[in-house]
């Protein structure tokens, strides 16, 4: 490969300060979330904003893995362990898809106990005692790579009382600062009956909108290089799993930065260049995708791709039993 990542031998952490604009205009939309709506906060130099959650970043990193076409990851990626969900003989999602990967309830909440009881299996001399933490990395490394950068909660009481848990190795946010509103709205127009039943649909609708602008816009990045090396799994794992952090930040920001219809961003430079260590320089994509390969391939016999079927119903919530579309959105990731 044409970079080395020797300059990280010893670094703590890996840290970015990337520089974002609008792609378009000023205006942006940030984030929302229930019963607070956009995260708005004072800072010693005014008032700023949580344009992105940490949950939702993590989601969008291991999106940049996946082929929508393919239902599969990118061939790049080929070798890396995930699990497979199918639902009468189709596909119907993936670890890199589920908000919470490994612990979705759609591997471990269905009728079919078999990839549950390999789980607990595998993990069974957890129960009692301290968490052997190179044991829980092993088996994660095994079936989902990503909840080694992403983290994981397997949450179920079943698994070691439910304390089985890896905080994010790989975390990102994005915030703005020096912002205002920009208070602007619209209407739902009905040319047909102006004045009809709203709450059917039907009628005029009037509605508020507000969107902000900045004067700076931040992409932080924090790869847990510590965090990585005490798993205790070995230098080619380690290798791995930073040259895998790396392309996801860079397929992300060389890729689609839309988070939301009016929230399209873009970085000022192409080519960010670490706060921590300083003067470390995020590789070209071309060069992180040559690097996976071997990467991968040597450490392919400690990872596995598994396919596991759900047999379940796809059951509606009851109306009172329903968590709203923002509370779930702001609470994906781990």
Known sequence: MSFE?????????????????????????PTGFPGLGAATFQTASGTSLLVESAQSMANRLE????????????????????????WREKFLSDTVLEAHRINSP???????????????GELGTLEQGPI?????????????????????????????????????????????????????????????????????????????RD?????RITLFVNLDLAQIRGYGLGADVEHMLVVLALYKLRTLIDG?????????????????????????????????????????ARCKAQMSVTVVNFDDDLKKAKPEDAEPADELESSNGN
């Open 5 to 29: 990542l020797s300059s990280l031998d010893g670094a703590p952490r890996l840290l970015f300060e990337i520089a974002l604009q609008p792609m378009q205009g000023s205006r942006f939309q």
């Open 63 to 86: 999106t940049v893995c996946w082929d929508d076409a393919e239902q599969n990851l990118k061939p790049e990626l080929a070798g890396l362990s995930h699990v497979r969900i199918m």
């Open 106 to 120: 759609y591997l471990l909440a269905g009728k079919d106990k078999s990839f549950f009881n390999k789980l607990a």
């Open 132 to 208: 052997d933490r190179k044991l829980l990395a092993s088996v994660l490394l095994k079936y989902d790579v990503g909840t080694l950068l992403h983290g994981a909660f397997l949450a179920k009481k079943e698994l070691a009382g439910g304390r089985l848990r890896l905080a994010r190795a790989l975390s990102a946010f994005i915030e703005a600062d020096g912002v205002r509103t920009a208070a602007s709205g619209g209407v739902k127009n009905d040319h047909i009956n102006p004045s009809g039943l709203t709450k059917e649909g039907f009628g005029n609708v009037p509605f508020a």
């Open 211 to 215: 969107e902000f602008t900045a004067e």
């Open 256 to 296: 689609n930065l839309r988070l939301r219809t009016a929230c399209d961003l873009k970085p000022i430079s192409r080519d960010p260049v670490a706060s921590v260590p300083d003067g470390f320089q995020l590789p070209a994509r071309s060069e992180l995708v040559h690097a996976l390969k071997p990467a991968i």
